[in-house]
C-alpha cells in the first residue's frame, strides 16, 4: 500500500516532467546540438554555399534588402556554449538569433507583431530548419520580446544594412572608421521590469488598418545595454499558401482539390510587375493551427505549402 501511495504521488509530477519536455521538443528540435565552442573562439565571417537540410535547399546570400514577416521561435537549454554556424560560442542571455541564408553575422530588427515589441539581433547561426518557421531567437531575446512562455511568435525580420555591413567588416578583420561606421544602434530608453510572458472564394488582397500596439509604460533597458522599443503594429492572419500561379483557372482548379482538407480562398497579388493569384487556407486562429493544417497538407502531398502571416 505504501509503494502504491508514492507511485500516485509521483504520477503528476511525472506527467508535469513530460509537458515540459513535450514543450521543449516541440521549440528545439529545428536545431542539432553542434560541439563546444572553443573558450575564447571567435567568430568568422560566413555567407555559405548551398546547402540541404530535410530535403529543403537553402541558398546563404548577402541581402541588404532582406524585409519578411512569418513565425519566429526561441533555443537555449542545451544549446549552451555549443559552437554557431560561424564559430562563435551561442550565449542563450545574449540576443542573438538563427537564420537560414543571412550572412553571418548579420544585424536584423525582430518585432513581435502581437505586442509591437521590438529589439536588434546579431545572427551568427544557422536555422531554424523547419518550413514554417523563419528565425529562431535566443532565450533572453524570446524573454523580451514576450513570447518564451508560448513558444512562438507572429514577427517581422528587417537586416539593419549598415549595422551589417559593420559586422561583416569587423569579423573579417578589415579596419573600420568608427566615427562614421554606425554600431548596431541602441534607443534611449526609460528602465523597467520585464515578465517573462506578456468551398473557393476569390477576393483580392486587402491591407489592414494600423493599430496602435498595447502599450508599454515606457521602453525598456536590460543588463547587457539592449533595448526594446515600443511600435505600432498591423493586425495579422495566419494562413497556409499551398500554391501561386500566373492564370487563375490554374488557382482555382487547385482549390477545388483542396475542399476535402479545408475551405481555401485565392488572392491575387503582383510580383515583380506580374500577376500571381494565390490558393491559401485560413485565416487560422494559432500557430499551432497552421502547424497541424501544414502536417494535414503534407500527408496528402502538398509538400511545398508554407506558413504566411499577413
Not at 134 to 145: E, F, G, N, T, W
Amino acid at each position: 500500500m505504501c509503494k502504491l501511495r508514492k507511485v500516485l504521488l509521483l504520477a503528476p509530477f511525472l506527467v508535469f516532467l513530460a509537458a515540459c519536455a513535450e514543450t521543449q521538443l516541440a521549440v528545439h528540435t529545428v536545431k542539432e546540438m553542434g560541439p563546444s565552442a572553443p573558450a575564447g573562439g571567435k567568430g568568422t565571417y560566413k555567407v555559405g554555399k548551398p546547402y540541404q537540410v530535410g530535403g529543403t535547399w537553402y541558398y546563404p546570400k548577402e541581402d541588404f534588402n532582406y524585409d519578411e514577416t512569418g513565425i519566429a521561435s526561441w533555443y537555449g537549454p542545451g544549446f549552451q556554449g555549443k559552437s554557431t554556424a560561424n564559430g562563435e560560442a551561442f550565449d542563450q542571455f545574449a540576443l542573438s538569433a538563427a537564420h537560414r541564408t543571412l550572412p553571418l553575422p548579420s544585424a536584423v530588427r525582430v518585432t513581435n507583431l502581437g505586442n509591437g515589441r521590438a529589439i536588434n539581433l546579431r545572427v551568427n547561426d544557422r536555422g531554424p530548419f523547419s518550413k514554417n518557421r523563419i528565425i529562431d531567437l535566443s532565450r533572453k531575446a524570446a524573454q523580451l520580446l514576450g513570447f518564451e512562455g508560448k513558444g512562438t511568435a507572429r514577427v517581422r525580420v528587417e537586416i539593419l544594412p549598415a549595422e551589417s555591413r559593420r559586422m561583416a567588416a569587423i569579423a573579417q578583420g578589415k579596419e573600420v572608421d568608427s566615427a562614421t561606421a554606425p554600431a548596431v544602434p541602441r534607443e534611449t530608453v526609460v528602465a523597467e521590469v520585464l515578465t517573462d510572458t506578456p468551398g473557393v472564394s476569390v477576393s483580392a488582397s486587402t491591407t489592414p488598418k494600423t493599430v496602435q500596439a498595447a502599450r508599454l509604460p515606457s521602453t525598456i533597458t536590460v543588463k547587457n545595454d539592449s533595448t526594446v522599443v515600443q511600435l505600432p503594429v498591423q493586425p495579422t492572419e495566419i494562413f497556409v499558401q499551398v500554391g501561386a500561379f500566373g492564370q487563375m483557372h490554374n488557382a482555382i482548379r487547385l482549390g477545388a482539390r483542396l475542399n476535402s482538407i479545408g475551405a481555401s480562398r485565392i488572392t491575387q497579388a503582383k510580383v515583380g510587375g506580374a500577376r500571381i493569384y494565390r490558393v491559401r487556407l485560413g485565416p487560422l486562429a494559432t500557430v499551432g493551427d497552421a502547424d497541424r493544417l501544414l502536417a494535414t497538407l503534407d500527408a496528402n502531398g502538398y509538400r511545398d505549402a508554407q506558413i504566411i502571416v499577413e
